[in-house]
């Protein structure tokens, strides 16, 4: 990527700059944010159950207001300099959400839950402490009930991780991106592969798969 001149960056001379134009290009709009996004996941959701698909434009705003509220109030500081948000990470909650399919979410609950999972693997861990955390999580309940239009308590989020996967069938063809609903599963076959790993590879891994290890997982 392009980065200023100085440390150990040679300066661009303007013989060379001269030759390229500049372009201005302004921030996109919520309104415009929206029907990009609404008309991807609107067609996705094409073959979802009706409750589900009459969510898109609910998570569309939600997504796009957890990304403008935590732009302007979780700024980067010395301490939290990596607290820079972008277009992208809207992007990466819409690739998760596309992810699942009809068979595995059936329910607007379990769609809802799902998109709490994204929006907590792009956004919530990058946060550093409990104070940004449990900002972020009265947030998503706030959000649940305004764009969503769920009674959900914080209690009923986040009392247990929210972990969706596809490898809770190692062996299956083709792999469902799924909620894991029983962690003591996904830690069994986590500790499968990682004795495959250690019989088929001479370094061997001694792993400790603790709650926090394994909702990160996914």
Known sequence: GAAPPGGGRAVVT???TRHFNVMCIPPASDSA????????LSGFLVKFEPEIQRMASGIVNSTIEIYAKISQELL????????????????KVFQGLLMIRPRKCNEALTFARLWVHE?????YDRLIN???????????VGLTGRHLKMSLSTEDLFAKPIVFADFLKPDADPKYYEEVKDLGKLTQVLNDLL??????????MNL???????????
């Not at 944010?33 to 991807?40: E, G, P």
């Not at 929006?119 to 956004?123: A, D, P, T, V």
């Not at 004795?195 to 370094?203: A, E, G, L």
């Not at 400790?208 to 996914?218: G, I, K, P, R, S």
């Open 14 to 16: 303007p013989r060379f």
């Open 33 to 40: 944010l929206s029907l990009i996004f609404t008309s991807i």
């Open 76 to 91: 980067p500081t010395p301490a939290k300099f990596h607290y820079t948000f972008n277009l992208r990470d809207i992007s």
């Open 119 to 123: 929006s907590m693997r792009i956004f």
């Open 130 to 140: 409990t104070d940004d955390q449990a900002w972020f999580r009265e947030m998503i």
């Open 195 to 204: 004795d495959n790993y250690n019989i088929t590879f001479p370094t061997q």
């Open 208 to 218: 400790v798969f603790f709650e926090d290890a394994l909702t990160h997982t996914a």
